[in-house]
């Protein structure tokens, strides 16, 4: 398959170099991530030892047109950009995968491509960007992709069968939109706390006081989400959560990552988009705003 | 007037200081302060500047006992040990004026002394522990003490007059449980937030983001007082709060300060009494306990 990945982060690296194995793949990222890449090849360390050469570019020109897939893994303020740019290339056949954290990537997206083009996927992967050339895969994890109607699809079959040829552990979801609401319940608390105390994960749950915030962040989080319409109960998503964080518990989360190499923080669509549809929908946003509001405080 | 002052922070140390010009005054505080005091008296700095030999020490047995005024300046959290230790001091005609930070003091302080030895006052002075034997005079503020009664009496009369014959600009209160109020809702703001983003008050106002969750905390903090039987109006305590902020632009909140010298925060009488008495209200304390947590959870 010839596949496109948008967005040469941590994760977007990792499955790159795992489907180059079977595919046609081309990265898109930054100049210098791109530069090491063209010059040593990409380098995955930690659970998973990889050196691929890989296809790596920072302009959207510089690839085949009409991939089977397009996957995007920039970070969801960077959504409306590379939509806009890819759409150049996007051709009949191709589908996009949006691979990324937050609740308004979708909605973005469709601003710009028929819904029948978009599909959803939600990574439990950990990993980690070292330096330029040069990911660490931190975590094992899960990912689940899916049709935004929820059917099941031929191109979900094939994805699906790609991931796991490539030994990404991927099942079909029936109901991607829950899923991604699941994953942006556990990074509104996890996120924005790690970011706050520049910790680890598992020091969340090391300290029983944040492991009462932790609490109190999911059950707002949980009850906004409820009032959308999404079924999670505030006992799944805190024994959830506390899972999370304790099979992360040496790993830094995205958001303290970004925030340590001085990076754009994406809080405006994980509590952001949870503050703006739990107002519209009346009901308590205190902590999550709380949250928006401290971490964009910052000096 | 024989006044023992029981507290040598930067508060207890400049009020000292001032009343040491008409007054026999005796500090009690920490050893390395002490010491230096001894050894090379009190030095005033900043907006006072004043050298004073002034009697200090460690010990509450080595001061005059039954003093006229016994000020309280500890921080909160030491109230009970120094009410307990001054009780072989405090002599029929003391009287014991609280001139703390906190909901909780009287309340303490009434454990171990009839209410009417007691008497409580709320000041906005600006000072700054700069080194053993030296305080920096940073904002110039009002004072202002009162019977817990909220009755016109003599001694409050006396200690006005003391205070204001010292330089201390100071007037009776009618009602020092609401300006004690007043002052925690204020402070339940500007503290926690100065301590997170370790910045002068100022900063709290510099910043857009922040000033909005100036104005969602006082709300929240408002609304409990309110509950509490307190009247205040939630449009004078945003003022109030801003004025405060920008009066005191330069400085660094009492609780910053506690926090950059690695010493205990006094926020369990602040904000955690807040949510002590709006959960028992059953007011919405969610910003409160947030800050709670947040600040105890730092590493």
Redesign the interface.
Known sequence: MNIVIFGAGAIGSLFGALLSKNNNVSLIGRKPHVNAIKKSGLKIRGITKLDVAIHATCSVNKVNSSPDFLILTVKSYDTDNAIKQAGNIIGENTTVLSLQNGLDNVDSIKKYLEPEKIIAGVTTYGALFSEPGEIRHTGMGTTVIGELNGKKTERIDNIVRLFNQAGIKTTASPDITKDIWGKAVVNSCINP?TT????KNG?LLD?P??G??VE?ICQ?STYIANAQGLDFSYEDVIKNTKNVIRNTSENYSSMFQSYRMGKKIEIDSINGKLVEVGTKKGV?V??N??LV??I????
């Open positions: 706390l706050f105390f520049q910790c020091y300290n006081i944040l009462q915030l109190k707002e308590d205190s902590l705003e709380m509001y401290l964009k405080g910052r000096k």
